[in-house]
Every structure is written in C-alpha cells, then in structure tokens.
C-alpha cells in the first residue's frame, strides 16, 4: 500500500508489532482525552478497539498480518463521525507516530493514505 514490496514495508522500517502497540496505546491515550472524540467511544470495548486498529494499522503499513475487524464502513456507520472529528483523529494518529520516532515524511504518506478513507468513516454534518 505505501510502496514497492521490494523494498522493506513501513510496518519493518518503524519497528514492526511492538512499535505497532506503542503507537496504538499513545493514539487512544489521546483521543480518548480529546473532549470532542471521547464521546465516541463511550461504551466501546476499547482492549478489543485496540486490538483491531493494531491490525489495521499494520496491515495499512504493508505488515503481511490479516486484519480482522469489520470494515471502516461497518465500524463507523450510525456514530456520525464529523469531518472534523476525522481531522482530529489523523492528527492524533500522526502525534502518536512522531512520539515513537516515525520521521515526518514517513507520517505525511500513512496521513494521505487515510485520506480516501474519510468517505467511509465520516457521516455527520
Ligand atoms: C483515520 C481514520 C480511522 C481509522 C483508520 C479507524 C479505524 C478503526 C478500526 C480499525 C476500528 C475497529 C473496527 C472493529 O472493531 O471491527 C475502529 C472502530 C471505531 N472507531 Fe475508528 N477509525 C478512524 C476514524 C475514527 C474517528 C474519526 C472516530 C470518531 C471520533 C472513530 C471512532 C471509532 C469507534 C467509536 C469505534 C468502535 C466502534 C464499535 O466498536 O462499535 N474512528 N476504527
């Protein structure tokens, strides 16, 4: 996804399944800190939420691990996720990184990457 496969992925560069983990722990640490995600995630299993975006994410990174989860379609429908909102989580996503040592060029390819993703997660005004 973000690049030829000749080349070691994204997922090996940054340190594979444990930086995966790091990240995932520091980027709901901050959404769920964040007054205006938070109440997304009000009755949300967060350990099983967790879970599912490690995969995700490392799967999006070019980990060759199965992703799980239901699709961002099914995950977000009904939760009327705002534009806004997906802003401000790519933005915590994209903290997450620069704090486990992800160089900024690197970020700047996973933040556009999520890009096209805003069409299936956001459904609110
Ligand atoms: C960059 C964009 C995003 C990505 C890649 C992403 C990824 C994911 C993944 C992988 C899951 C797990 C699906 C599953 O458990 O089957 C999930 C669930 C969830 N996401 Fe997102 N997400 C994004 C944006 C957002 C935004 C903007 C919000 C709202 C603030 C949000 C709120 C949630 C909630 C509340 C759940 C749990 C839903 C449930 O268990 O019922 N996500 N997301």
Redesign the pocket.
């Given at each position: 996804m973000f690049g030829p496969m000749d080349k070691p992925s994204i997922f090996e560069r940054i340190g594979g399944e444990p930086a995966v983990a790091a990240v995932v722990d520091v980027f709901y640490q901050r959404?769920l800190a964040d007054e205006q995600?938070a109440r997304?995630?009000v009755g949300?299993?967060i350990a099983?939420?967790k879970g599912?975006?490690r995969s995700?994410i490392a799967h999006a990174l070019g980990a060759e691990l199965p992703y799980a989860?239901?699709s961002?379609e099914h995950?977000?429908a009904e939760?009327g996720?705002t534009e806004d909102?997906?802003d401000l989580?790519?933005g915590h996503?994209a903290a997450a990184l620069a704090d486990s040592g992800v160089d900024q060029a690197t970020i700047a390819d996973i933040a556009s990457a999520?890009v096209p993703?805003k069409e299936a997660?956001v459904t609110g005004a």
């Open positions: 959404v995600l997304h995630f949300t299993d099983a939420l599912h975006q995700f989860g239901r961002m995950a977000h939760l996720i909102d997906f989580v790519v996503l999520l993703l997660i």
